[in-house]
């Protein structure tokens, strides 16, 4: 398994690479409006960037890319969705880790198989988890947060996107490494849970920065920690989890794919536009102000990194003790 490409086999990404070396990245063009599936609900992080990536693909191909909301089983539905969808370039996949990675190890069966069922086209961004508190929480710091939940064990609610998406197990990988137990309050996307956290229905999330900094610096929310090697630029005040515990790290990451068997010529100009779409200064310039930090690749490239993510999110998900029907 590990050895299949995820454009579906050697040949097709031999396929892609001659196309682009024959600069046939013009042959194809959309005829009708793209849909770009997100897996979660509007309003959350994923939601927010796959809207602004559509805005700017659509300016360049010529029509609109219209993002389409299928929120739940932690992206698998959108996912599945794509991976059954026509290869004809017109309709995408806005995935996530959580869909393209942590889910094969923590679903027991799944109705697509990312090694094969997807052709990568560009990773858009890495973004960085922000472990934030409801301000009535008497706590200021990971260390803080650490002792008040050992010393009431069982209750604390974290919430997060849903059971086995990236903030689920970004949180219960913390518990699980400063030996916690809180409970896990699932959402059907990270908004909402922000929502409720800061009306002080649960007490902590581990968020995608651009779902929660506005509360953060409006004083509605704490900032504890980012779940990140480094510390944020746009926060550099905000330590990171490893500072406390070393070692941790549970980065997010997303990128767009269409269904295994889309046309080369297809591949390349898709996947052209949207590398363009982030070198762009007002794309970039918005995506390094919500905290996330623009990874325009090649098909090949986003393949080789996915494959490298997999084993990664596998043992992040055996430490956190997650797992999901």
Known sequence: MRRRLLLGSVGGLALARAARAQGTSGAWAPERPVRLLVGFAAGGS???TAR?????????LGQPVVVENRPGAAGNIAAEAVARAA?????LLFGVSSALAANRALYKSLAFDTLRDFAPLSQVAVIPNLIVVNPALPVRSIPELIAYARANPGKLNYGSAGAGTSLHLASASFAARAGLDMVHVPYRGGAPAATDLIAGKIQMIASPM???IGAVQAGQLRALAVT?????????????VAETLPGFEVPLWNGILAPAGTPPAAIVRLSDTIQDALRSE???RR???QGSEPAPSTPEQFADFIRAEIPRWAEIVRVSGAFAD
Not at 52 to 60: D, N, P
Not at 228 to 240: G, Q
């Open 46 to 48: 994923s939601d927010v």
């Open 210 to 212: 651009v779902e929660v």
């Open 287 to 289: 995506l390094l102000e």
């Open 87 to 91: 290869p004809d370039g017109h309709t």
């Open 228 to 240: 990140t090697a480094k510390r944020s630029p746009l926060l550099p005040e905000v330590p990171t």
């Open 282 to 284: 007002e794309v970039r």
């Open 52 to 60: 602004l990536v559509a805005q700017a693909m659509g300016e360049r």
